[in-house]
């Protein structure tokens, strides 16, 4: 089974892909998916991801973290939407390193910590909850 943290990794990923897409194309229509695909990954890991995360690890700094860097991310996307022609193109790059940085953070600290502090059953519900989650916001 797929576990929760195994979905949150490739949704990082794909992320990532959009953002490469992006950077190749200049295409406006990836920044929509990019906005897309962020908010449903917000807003799953703040229904699934984090309250299990507070619970488990006790580490109250290590889920704030990621609180704060989610919304700097959001801060980028309402600045985003504001914007046309190269502002936006700047302000994606922006956003990019933002959600680099959190990434990043999440995937060296968080994430790890979470897989070796849950049982299997905890991270392939959290796996369940995370698809639904998105799915109810997607």
């Given at each position: 089974m797929t576990t929760g943290i195994d979905l949150i990794l490739a949704d990082h990923r794909r992320v990532d892909a959009?953002?490469?897409?992006?950077?190749?194309?200049?295409?406006?229509?990836?920044?929509?998916?990019?906005?897309?695909?962020?908010?449903?990954h917000d807003q799953a890991e703040h229904a699934t991801l984090y309250p299990l995360a507070h619970a488990l690890l006790g580490d109250a700094d290590l889920v704030q973290r990621s609180l704060v860097a989610h919304?700097?991310?959001?801060?980028?996307?309402?600045?985003?939407?504001?914007?046309?022609?190269?502002?936006?193109?700047?302000?994606v790059g922006v956003?990019?390193?933002?959600v680099e940085q959190h990434v990043a953070d999440e995937e060296q600290h968080l994430l790890p910590a979470l897989g070796e502090r849950a049982t299997a059953a905890q991270l392939d519900a959290l796996g369940t909850r995370f698809e639904q989650a998105k799915q109810r916001v997607g």
């Open positions: 959009l953002f490469e897409q992006f950077a190749a194309s200049a295409d406006p229509d990836v920044i929509g998916q990019i906005v897309g695909a962020l908010t449903d919304e700097a991310v959001k801060a980028a996307i309402d600045r985003l939407r504001q914007l046309e022609g190269s502002p936006l193109v700047e302000a956003l990019r390193a933002l």
